[in-house]
């Protein structure tokens, strides 16, 4: 229903009617109510009688290691790191495709200058201006649906965003543990082979006393030698973490030099992990979130396959006017139109099924996203907890093995054991000692793992 006439002709007025029963209609929105998903985290984990676990300590939970070089190694890779910087620019891809989502108002404008005439007719010369508006309503709210799941994606996209940084500390703080692993285990070496040259010295001061055997002697170069085969392998290991690290840090292997550690030590987390409260498990985990705003943005999908049924309604307006050689037309024209969907309307059914499937699957997908986080903090829970038990155990036969260590020298010095059972000894304690670098290796890797699996860290604002 069109309008036309000069441009100071009266207003339409017929097409009233046709206005106000589109905001009647505008009540019949297909948009489905959403419901946010619910999981009873309260009776979910196995040490509720002891706590559930939640945040450890707070954000920035890899201050608790006191360690300065790891802290800024962090500081670095959370500014550098090229996967992290690629997850920024999904997040700002997301909000710009959210913009391409139009809320139904338009105009367009042309302006031209023409020359006209014929053989029976002078030529004229002229401009025209044409300016076209409209107003695409959204009574069944399918636009509506589309800025809605839009919106959802923006999220998601942040939410992908904090996952990737997850990510980054887990294999940042991962292997700066195993870099300072492979360190102690060096420093353990050294020190066992220093143990071993005193044990061949003294070794050899029996031998040529004919209080040792030449297998005696032998033995203990063997072990002298053993221990040396150790120390290429333990520094390459090093080299590979180093490696490791600058890559995380967005710069080429080899390119960067850390500073040493503290001599022989490792990184030492808290005696005990804090608990709290498991909800802030679905506040913290980007996985969780992710699926949550998918399953949002599937509910609102299934609005837009709705309202594609039903006919879409607009309001229309031009203004044109052209002048040639003084004399102007001027008109325009306003009006409802009504555009109706297509026929048959079977392909448009069955876009809502399947759009109505995938909500359902991202349903399912967001709950077998929140029991799996919840068995994954269980086990690293149950590691964590374990790994602190062996780290205590592993100390104690250390001390142990030392003093048996030091006794059996004594008594091979007074004839009162033999060379054999001094290189047992040695060989016990090394043995010892690599064991409790290695627990309190796992301790540490343990403890990480936990906080990620908590989602602790995962927010930029929380820096």
């Known amino acids: 229903m069109r309008a036309k006439g000069k441009l100071r002709g009266s207003p339409f ?3 009233a009617w046709a206005v106000a029963s589109l905001f009647v209609l505008s009540s019949c929105s297909q948009i489905p109510d959403y419901r946010a998903p619910f999981f009873d985290f309260a009776n979910t984990f196995a040490g509720q009688s002891t706590g559930t676990p939640a945040l450890l300590h707070d954000a920035t939970w890899w201050e ?12 670095r890779a959370l500014e550098s790191n090229l996967d992290l910087e690629a997850a920024n620019e999904r997040v700002v891809a997301a909000r710009a495709q959210a913009r391409t989502v139009t809320r139904g108002q338009s105009a367009q404008a042309e302006i031209g200058l023409e020359r006209r005439g014929g053989s029976d007719r002078p030529t004229e010369r002229g401009a025209t201006a044409d300016l076209s508006l409209g107003w695409l309503l959204d009574p069944f709210g399918g636009r509506a649906a589309q800025r809605a799941a839009a919106t959802a994606r923006i999220e998601v996209a942040d939410a992908e965003r904090d996952a990737a940084r997850l990510v980054l500390l887990n294999s940042l703080i991962s292997a700066y543990i195993d870099l300072r692993f ?31 055997t030449r297998l005696d002697l032998v033995r203990s170069r063997a072990l002298l030698s053993e221990t040396d085969a150790t120390l290429p392998r333990l520094d390459a290991t090093r080299d590979a973490r180093s490696n490791e690290i600058a890559v995380l840090l967005g710069q080429t292997p080899g390119s960067i030099t850390l500073p040493p550690g503290r001599t022989g030590q490792q990184l030492k987390v808290p005696n005990s992990a804090e608990l709290a409260i498991p909800a802030d498990l679905v506040r913290n985990r980007p996985d969780i979130r992710i699926s949550e705003r998918l399953y949002y943005a599937a509910v609102a999908d299934i609005g837009s396959a709705k309202a594609a049924l039903y006919p879409q309604l607009s309001l229309t307006g031009t203004i044109s006017i052209s002048a040639f050689d003084g004399d102007g037309i001027n008109t325009y024209g306003f009006g409802p139109s009504l555009t109706l969907p297509a026929v048959p309307t079977g392909p448009g059914k069955a876009a809502v099924e399947i759009a109505e499937s995938n909500a359902r699957r991202a349903l399912t997908a967001w709950k077998s996203t929140v029991i799996s986080a919840i068995g994954g903090v269980e086990t690293a829970l149950a590691e964590y907890h374990a790994n602190h038990r062996a780290v205590a155990a592993a100390r104690r036969s250390v001390q142990l093995y030392e003093e048996a260590v030091a006794l059996t020298r004594e008594l091979l010095v007074n004839e009162g054991t033999t060379v054999q059972e001094l290189l047992d000894a040695e060989r016990r304690v090394g043995a010892a000692q690599i064991t409790l670098a290695g627990a309190e290796r796992d301790l540490a890797r343990s403890y990480a793992t936990l906080n990620v699996a908590l989602g602790a860290g995962s927010r930029e604002t929380a820096q």
């Open 182 to 212: 492979a360190e102690a285990s060096l420093a353990l070496r050294q020190g066992e082979r220093r143990s071993r040259q005193r044990s061949l010295a003294l070794i050899n001061d029996l031998f040529e006393g004919e209080a040792a």
């Open 64 to 75: 608790d290691f006191e360690d300065p070089v790891l802290n800024t190694l962090v500081a």
């Open 13 to 15: 007025k017929g097409g």
